[in-house]
C-alpha cells in the first residue's frame, strides 16, 4: 500500500465517523445532503471570483450533462468513463448524487493518483494535482 492509499484508507476511516456524505470533487469541501452540495457548485460557479469548473458541476438538467462530465472529470483529475459514472434517472435531468459521495470521489481521486505515480518518471508537473490534492483532502478532514 502506498503512501497515498493509506493517507485515503485513513481520511475514509474518519468520514465514515461523520454524518457528511458528500464532498465537492473540485475543492473537497464536506456537506450533509446533497442540496447543500449543489449550492455550493452553483454559488461558486458565479461572481466575480467565479470558477467555470465548480459551475459545470453545479449543472443538473441532461442537456448540460457534456459540460458536467467534462468539469467532474477536471475536478477529480481522472478522465473517468462515462458508463462508471453512477448516474439516476428523472425526468429532464439526473441524478448525480452518487457522483459526489464520498466514498466515490476518493476512490477516484485514488485511482488519478495510483496512475501518476505508476507513470511519475514521465510525470507532466502541470498536470498533476496529487500532492495537493492529498493535502486538501486532509484539510478537509481536519475541518469536521
Ligand atoms: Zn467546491
Known amino acids: 500500500m502506498s503512501e497515498a492509499e493509506r493517507q485515503l484508507a485513513i481520511l475514509l476511516q474518519a468520514l465514515v465517523k461523520s454524518d457528511l456524505d458528500y464532498i465537492c470533487p473540485r475543492c473537497y469541501q464536506l456537506f450533509s445532503d446533497i442540496i447543500a452540495c449543489y449550492r455550493h457548485c452553483r454559488e461558486t460557479g458565479e461572481g466575480d471570483r467565479a470558477d467555470d469548473i465548480h459551475k459545470g458541476l453545479g449543472l443538473i438538467t441532461k442537456k448540460d450533462f457534456p459540460e458536467f462530465l467534462r468539469c467532474y472529470r477536471v475536478a477529480i483529475g481522472f478522465s473517468i468513463a462515462e458508463c462508471d459514472l453512477p ?51 486532509l484539510l478537509a478532514v481536519i475541518k469536521i
Open 87 to 137: 448516474l439516476g434517472g428523472g425526468r429532464g435531468r439526473r441524478s448525480y448524487d452518487k457522483c459526489f459521495e464520498i466514498d466515490f470521489v476518493l476512490e477516484n481521486c485514488g485511482k488519478f493518483y495510483s496512475q501518476m505515480q505508476a507513470r511519475s518518471l514521465q510525470t507532466d508537473m502541470d498536470t498533476v494535482p496529487s500532492r495537493e490534492t492529498m493535502e486538501a483532502m
